[in-house]
């Protein structure tokens, strides 16, 4: 099995990219929300890898970092969800906003992806909600060297800005999205909650 590609990045299309390592070309589908967080073409790329073998095709899927894969597996060990499906659902949502949507019964919006209906999401739901945690979503970085004590109160806002988002009457996704999008080190749980609701309401 192919656990990741590291190579120069050739091409960049829609939902595929284009890996050169020793001359041969990898083609590889990826989130379109990890596509535009690629460097431009010519740069050096980590891919890490999902390879799905089928009668008429072999697949290369990729994700940014490990942790996204292992979002991917899981998914995709949904019954009834596919390789495409699941790239479908990290398409529409980042696999913490899938994740904070499992764990908050978001059926809403999970069922947005294209291709998801209300059952599939409600049945991923099920499924998954044991797999995950609400520790997954709010404290990843402290498996990270660079976790520090900065960081670990940033978690902490977040999470009660979240918390306080949703009391409002929110969708969890939703607030978490918004959160995720204004934080930063050093803020309190009222800026960050001010932020939100103004970036919310445009």
Same mark, same amino acid.
């Given at each position: 099995m192919i656990s990741y590609i590291r190579g120069e990045l050739v091409d960049i299309q829609e939902d595929k990219i284009i890996v050169d390592v020793g001359g041969v070309g990898y083609g590889i589908y990826m989130p379109r929300q990890a596509i535009t967080r690629l460097p431009a073409a010519g740069r050096e790329v980590k891919i890490h890898t999902y390879l799905n073998v089928r009668e008429?095709? #072999?697949q290369l899927f990729g994700f940014l970092s490990k942790d996204d894969l292992e979002v991917f597996k899981l998914v995709i060990g949904v019954s009834g969800i596919g390789p495409k499906g699941g790239l479908s659902i990290l398409s529409g949502? %980042?696999?913490?906003?899938?994740?904070?949507?499992v764990i908050s019964n978001d059926t809403k919006a999970i069922s947005k992806t294209p291709g998801i209906g209300k059952k599939t999401a409600e049945k991923l739901?099920?499924?998954?909600?044991?797999?995950? %945690? #609400?520790?997954?979503?709010?404290?990843?970085?402290k498996d990270s060297l660079e976790y520090s004590q900065e960081m670990s109160e940033s978690v902490g806002v977040q999470a009660e800005a979240v918390q306080a988002l949703v009391a409002l009457g929110y969708g969890s996704t939703e607030a978490l999205r918004a959160v995720k999008s204004v934080i930063a080190d050093g803020m309190t749980v009222?800026?960050?909650l001010k932020l939100s609701l103004k970036q919310m309401m445009f």
């Open positions: 008429d095709a #072999m949502m %980042s696999p913490d906003e899938l994740r904070f949507a739901i099920i499924e998954l909600k044991d797999k995950l %945690s #609400m520790e997954d979503v709010l404290e990843r970085g009222e800026e960050v």
